[in-house]
């Protein structure tokens, strides 16, 4: 072929290449424009899937959670046996129809009456009766064990049967009391109040305390830490108090001078209180903090569960 022809035809040929890759271009724009316009459509159809599958899935992928059942502990009847055994021992089949009589027979009306014929100026009746000991059985059952005080001396206790409703709301004396021996006595643990607490500062902000404590002279607030809340037993039971000995659980308490602040110590203390009456001999465990060179009150731990402590 010619040079002149070869030259026309490649002139020819470039606009057509160039053509060819405009276009291309031209079909990648468009079908990128329909995949963004796809996607766009596409989002509120998929958000219309997605709410309404949403209930079925949250559903399915939560667990069920058990139901918790409370049941109710059973009711002890110890209450029930002792009113019961003050009315038979107080109770004669010789006057059934006392108000004694008439209560033990309502509360157990198997049960046989005691035939009571004392001699004249016997204590045939107990000062007090107290339930000391409870211990159920299947069933329904329990066997409650009572105590009962005369003013001689004498201490009987007896082993009453008793049946108990399903839901603790009905009691039966199912037979007639028996006389058991006691309780045996428990060993008691080692006390930990073993350091012997010397007189001294101490000692002195105890005697203190139960002064104003016991007696109502002075003010309780201020032998108290700060943060703790405590009145004076009102009206006062005592006339005066004084502080026969002080141990306590830790070395620390028996230093002769007052520790750094923020020491605790724990006290046994150890009053002779007076009343009109007599001298009686009590005891009191207290928690004591030190704060500027001297010891101030934390907590009165004996009988806490009425709210004697810090708060």
Not at 15 to 40: F, K, Y
Not at 212 to 224: D, H, K, Q
Not at 249 to 273: F, I, N, Y
């Amino acid at each position: 072929m010619a040079p002149a022809k070869q030259a026309s035809q490649s002139k020819a040929a470039a606009p057509m290449a160039a053509d060819a890759r405009l276009e291309a271009m031209r079909r990648r724009v468009r079908l990128s424009r329909l995949a963004v316009w796809t996607v766009i459509a596409a989002g509120p159809i998929a958000l219309c899937v997605a709410v309404v599958s949403t209930p079925a899935t949250v559903q399915a992928a939560t667990p069920a959670k058990p139901t918790a059942v409370r049941t109710a502990a059973a009711a002890d009847p110890a209450g029930y046996a002792q009113l019961f055994v003050s009315a038979w021992l107080r109770s004669s089949a010789n006057d059934a129809t006392s108000a004694q009589a008439r209560l033990a027979q309502a509360l157990a009306p198997g049960v046989e009456l005691p035939l009571q014929d004392p001699p004249a100026g016997a204590q045939s009746t107990p000062q007090s009766v107290t339930a000391v000991r409870s211990a159920q059985r299947s069933g329904g059952r329990w066997s409650v064990t009572v105590a009962a005080q005369y003013a001689d001396g004498r201490l009987r206790y007896y082993a009453v049967p008793v049946a108990a409703g399903g839901a603790g709301a009905s009691f039966a004396v199912t037979g007639a009391p028996g006389v058991v021996a006691g309780p045996a006595r428990a060993a008691a643990a080692k006390s930990p109040y073993r350091v012997t607490v010397p007189e001294g500062e101490l000692s002195s902000a105890v005697g203190e305390f139960f002064t104003a404590y016991l007696t109502g002279a002075g003010e309780v607030s201020r032998y108290l830490a700060p943060g703790v809340a405590l009145s004076a037993l009102s009206p006062a039971p005592y006339t005066a108090v004084s502080v026969q000995q002080v141990s306590a659980a830790e070395e620390t308490a028996a230093a002769a001078r007052v520790p750094a602040d923020g020491t605790k110590v724990h006290v046994l203390v150890q009053v002779e209180a007076q009343d009109i009456d007599g001298r009686w001999p009590l005891a009191y465990e207290l928690a004591l903090t030190a704060r500027s060179d001297r010891w101030e009150v934390a907590a009165l731990e004996s009988g806490t569960a009425q709210g004697g402590g810090a708060r």
